[in-house]
């Protein structure tokens, strides 16, 4: 079908419309809106048999029944004087695209040939021309506040390719203009020194526009412009056509922090130029609720309301701007009605449309349902931008759905060629911060392989501490070790929250060797692991007992390249202790006790004599502390005391108790240590018993009622006296 610039272009203009049912249709083009839906005044429509004439004041005809139509042009020849010529131009049935037939022989565009495609182009882009030039001629702006996107929107959109204008826009002190090479005098001003708020002016608007069009201009990349958005700056309408206020409408419409002036031109046109209220205006009026502070469904419902009273009946435009309106403004109801009106009235939903009822539905917290929609949208097949993904990744991920953002980004990316082209690197980068943060292992995993490892992302330390711990978290050991790579090469230290989670990694992925490695290292570069960091290994022995034998031989093996931590021999003990015989674990003790240079320590004779129960174990790690030089901690003679008390040595017993209480140490006997030592000299009617009872009682130490009234039972006098 023919562009809809150059239909635009065409308003005012003879027409003639052919209808699907036989039907013609001549008169004069009024409007044609996105869809093609023509409105058209002072018509003669003819019957399909061509026998009867009806003359109609205005028609309106939805695009999708017309089947063929012409319309004449008038066409300024530039460069041949002032011949001007009318060309006739027939449009072929609704549905066929622009380009889809290039490249077919001899035939560019909609069955033309391609010169006359690249006429038709040149006739449009020459009638953007001139309503450019009544725009500002009109007063309502100043020329060098138009701004540059909307000069490509009116002069750079349709224009072939090969003579399109490549602008390089720096606003600044200094603005350049550049046309793949050196532009001739005529098309610019030799100083371009405007202010930071003005736009590249052009003094010689015709010549320059000849050059745009006519010139031989080779297709060079156009630099991404930088531009600072400012509003423009409307004067007084008076001076302006009614025509002209009509296209400034059309300019303001979508550009930001313009609410204001649509709704001032809309009330001028209506009460001072008595334009009556017509479905135009009111979609104008619809546009200026589009902003984030100013507008509401509100008024939306009471336009439909007027519109409905006044018998204005709405447009497909208008339809599609009501639910761009209600992905800001969300109004689940009236969504619903509107969608229902649609498809009353056989209006069918864009793509464009299609992405705002989904963007309201989320925009409404009614994600589930956004989700089913945007499932229906992909399986549609339909046209979703990129900024609309973005959107739905982004809010999914700051609710909380980081699954179904990472499966939504996932089923983009499927279906894309070029990973960067489907998705910036922003959601890349967004996504892997939500994931690891939320230790989804496929998300971080998928980003990681496909951005990092290649050096196309280079995430920051905060994040690869994530990413290791989500690695640490799913045993995923190969992402583990890149995190650490990465976190080498960069230089940083790496502390004891590193190798802790690259240490739980190897363990939950079953490579104990590898673990106890890690902790080898760790002692290697100054980072003492404690009992914390060993836990994992605890854990997974506690479980497999079995493999203490295999971790024995790991300990011989690691000895030889490394540094052996005592951690290392002290896990291995506490889950031998845990799951067997102290018997059986003081046997373990004497085969790993001399692998560790510095030898065992008080961590080590703690967790032994905290599983002893009898005098003998005891009294040989008593004797292991001796010749490894480790003096006691109050823990284990705690755990001494108890062990001879438990045994029947009270007299060892005692007097380690009293060593404890001439040492003024704020730390005693455990309540399990006092109990065992008041059961023993009850069974041994032992007076002392009384003068470790005052003790605990100047310490604050309660006793249990039953416990004194069994002692006072078999020693009553002394008992009174205590």
């Not at 980068?429 to 998300?443: P, Q």
Request: net charge negative; with cysteine.
């Amino acid at each position: 079908m023919l562009p809809l610039g150059l239909l635009n272009a065409a308003q005012g203009q003879p027409m003639l419309v052919e209808l699907k049912n036989g039907e013609t249709l001549n008169g004069h083009l009024v409007l044609c809106d996105t869809w093609m839906n023509l409105t058209m005044r002072e018509v003669v429509q003819t019957s399909p048999e061509g026998d009867k004439f009806v003359r109609l004041p205005e028609v309106y005809v939805k695009g999708n029944n017309i089947k063929a139509s012409k319309v004449a042009i008038a066409e300024d020849v530039v460069g041949k004087g002032e011949e001007t010529t009318v060309v006739e131009v027939e449009i072929g049935p609704a549905g066929e695209e622009e380009g889809e037939a290039e490249g077919a022989g001899e035939l560019g565009t909609s069955g033309f040939t391609s010169k006359t495609t690249r006429g038709l182009r040149r006739v449009e882009a020459m009638e953007r021309w001139r309503r450019y030039e009544s725009v500002v001629s009109s007063g309502l702006f100043m020329e060098h506040e138009l701004r540059y996107h909307v000069v490509k929107e009116w002069l750079g959109n349709d224009i072939h390719a090969r003579r399109v204008i490549r602008i390089n826009m720096v606003f600044g002190d200094n603005v350049s203009t550049t046309v793949g090479g050196p532009l001739p005098s005529v098309f610019c001003q030799q100083n371009l020194t405007l202010s930071p708020y003005s736009m590249c002016a052009i003094t010689n608007h015709t010549a320059a526009f000849k050059y745009w069009v006519l010139g031989n201009v080779r297709q060079s990349p156009r630099p991404k412009p930088q531009q600072r958005v400012t509003p423009f700056v409307l004067r007084q309408p008076t001076s302006g056509t009614t025509p002209a206020i009509y296209e400034v409408l059309r300019l303001l419409r979508g550009q930001p922090g313009q609410a204001a002036e649509l709704r001032h031109l809309v009330k001028y046109l209506i009460e001072e130029r008595g334009e009556r209220p017509n479905v135009f205006l009111y979609e104008a009026l619809l546009v200026a609720n589009w902003d984030t502070t100013s507008g509401s469904a509100a008024e939306l419902r009471e336009m439909l309301l007027e519109m409905s009273e006044a018998g204005i009946e709405s447009s497909p435009g208008f339809y599609h701007s009501a639910l761009q309106l209600l992905a800001i403004h969300p109004d689940y109801l009236l969504r619903n009605t509107i969608l229902q009106d649609m498809k009353k009235n056989g209006v069918e939903l864009s793509d464009e449309g299609k992405c705002s009822v989904a963007l309201g539905l989320l925009r409404d917290m009614q994600d589930e349902m956004a989700l089913e929609y945007w499932d229906q949208m992909h399986r549609d097949g339909t046209n979703i931008p990129n900024w609309v993904f973005e959107i739905f990744v982004y809010v999914l991920g700051m609710r909380g759905y980081v699954d179904e953002a990472f499966r939504l980004f996932r089923r983009v990316q499927e279906g894309a060629n070029d990973s960067l082209k489907a998705a910036p690197l922003r959601v890349w980068f967004y996504l892997l911060d939500e994931c690891s943060r939320n230790f989804h292992h496929e998300g971080t995993t998928f980003i990681w392989e496909k951005m990092v490892e290649p050096g196309t992302l280079s995430p920051p330390d905060g994040i690869c501490l994530n990413v290791l711990n989500t690695a640490s978290r799913h045993g995923d050991s190969r992402l583990a070790t890149a995190v650490i790579q990465v976190l080498s090469e960069r230089r940083v230290k790496l502390g004891l929250h590193h190798y802790e989670a690259l240490l739980e990694s190897y363990v939950h992925d079953g490579q104990l060797e590898k673990a106890f490695r890690v902790l080898c290292i760790m002692t290697g570069a100054g980072v003492r692991p404690d009992q914390s960091s060993t836990r994992s290994i605890f854990l997974m022995l506690k479980r497999a007992s079995e493999r203490a034998k295999q971790v024995v031989g790991i300990l011989q093996k690691l000895r030889k390249e490394h540094e052996l931590p005592v951690a290392a021999i002290n896990v291995l003990l506490e889950a031998l202790a845990e799951t067997t015989t102290i018997e059986e674990t003081l046997d373990m003790y004497r085969q790993v006790c001399d692998l560790c240079q510095s030898g065992p320590n008080r961590e080590t004779f703690t967790l032994l004599l905290q599983r002893c129960s009898t005098a003998e174990p005891a009294v040989f790690l008593v004797s292991e502390m001796d010749r490894f030089s480790v003096r006691p901690s109050s823990t284990i003679v705690d755990n001494l005391i108890r062990c001879f008390a438990y045994d029947g040595n009270l007299d060892i017993a005692l007097l380690y108790l009293s060593g404890m209480q001439r040492s003024d140490s704020p730390m005693w006997v455990s309540r399990r240590t006092l109990l065992t030592v008041l059961q023993r000299c009850y069974k041994e009617k032992d007076p002392r018993v009384w003068s470790v009872v005052d003790e605990a009682k100047k310490r604050g130490v309660t006793i249990e009622k039953k416990v004194m009234d069994r002692l006072n039972e078999i020693l009553p006098v002394a008992g009174e006296s205590g």
